[in-house]
Structures are given as structure tokens and as C-alpha cells.
């Protein structure tokens, strides 16, 4: 449609001096480039994956969000969720939106430290998990009355529960 063109996806390799700024990096590569596009940072033997959720609208180029990779090892086993051959090849849209969806499983198992790859359908409720966990700790944090801190952690536990449970499913 109008919004969404997918005549190409654009892989690009930037090779790094020192890591610090690949954020800053990648964002500015996705605001310049219209089409889609997948950017490889590699720094030593490690690379980072980024891609985004962009749209075009009357010339001008709106960026949802971009979605980096950890630093990885180029030896590690996660890189086989990217091969070719286990992509959603039919048209360029699928593809593109399958390699965001990889990018997004890697991140997450890695921050899980889950070793089996994570089911498509779980990524955005996992995602969401992770993001209350870590909110209800830093709440937890800054609270001093320990009332509040009980039913703080209690919510917590409940958050952590129904990760383990989705995992466990897997």
C-alpha cells in the first residue's frame, strides 16, 4: 500500500572501532534510509543486528521503533534463527517482518537466558513481562514503607511466575 513498500530491503555492514554509539548509529542510519533495512554493526568478532518498524508518509519517513540485537559472538548457535532458509521467504513484507521478529526472539532469549528459542506468539507478552518486572523492581526499590514494599513484591512474583510458566510451555 501507500504507507508500506517493500520493492527492496537494504543490508547494510558497518564495521566499528569501539562500541559505545551503535544506538545513536543505527537510529540515524533508519531515519536517513526509506526502505527497509537491516544494519549489522560488527565490532571484533561480534555483531549487532538492528532493524525498524518505518513507514512512508507523503516523502517523508516515519520510524516506529528499531529493534537492536545484543553484541553477539559470530560463532553463536542464535545466528541460525536468521539463516535464509528459515525465513518467511514468500514476499518481501513477510521477510522483512520475520527478521524483526528473529531479532526480537534472540533479544529476548538472551535476556532470559533461555536457550531454546521462543515461540512468534509470546514476543510481545514476554517483551510486556519483562518490562513490568523491571519497573516493579525499580518501584520496589524506591519504596521505604514496608507494606508497600511487601505487596510490591508480591506483584512481582505473580509477574515472574507467568514468565516462567509461558518459558516452561516452550
Given amino acids: ?17 569501539e562500541k559505545g554509539k551503535e544506538n545513536i548509529i543505527s537510529k540515524l542510519f533508519h531515519q536517513l ?19 525498524s518498524d518505518k513507514r512512508t508518509d507523503k516523502e517523508k519517513i516515519i520510524l516506529g521503533e528499531v529493534f537492536n540485537s545484543n553484541w553477539i ?8 534463527e536468521l539463516d535464509y532458509k528459515k525465513l518467511n521467504s514468500t514476499n518481501l513484507k513477510l ?15 538472551r535476556e532470559l537466558n533461555y536457550k531454546n528459542s521462543i ?3 509470546n514476543i510481545d507478552l ?7 518486572i523491571e519497573e516493579l523492581k525499580l ?8 507494606n508497600r514494599v511487601a505487596e510490591i513484591q508480591t506483584k512481582l512474583l505473580k509477574k515472574i511466575e507467568k514468565r516462567n510458566k509461558i518459558l516452561r510451555k516452550e
Fill in 33 to 51: 534510509i526509506p526502505k527497509s533495512t537491516v544494519i549489522i554493526l560488527e565490532f571484533k568478532n561480534e555483531i549487532l543486528i538492528s532493524v
Fill in 73 to 80: 559472538d559470530i560463532e553463536n548457535k542464535m545466528l541460525d
Fill in 1 to 17: 500500500n501507500d504507507k508500506e513498500r517493500f520493492e527492496e530491503i537494504d543490508f547494510i555492514k558497518i564495521i566499528l572501532k
Fill in 119 to 121: 515461540k512468534s506468539e
Fill in 139 to 146: 518501584l520496589r526499590k524506591k519504596e521505604t514503607q514496608i
Fill in 126 to 132: 514476554l517483551e510486556e513481562l519483562n518490562k513490568e
Fill in 95 to 109: 521477510f522483512y517482518e520475520n527478521i524483526i521478529e528473529k531479532v526480537r526472539i534472540i533479544n529476548l532469549s
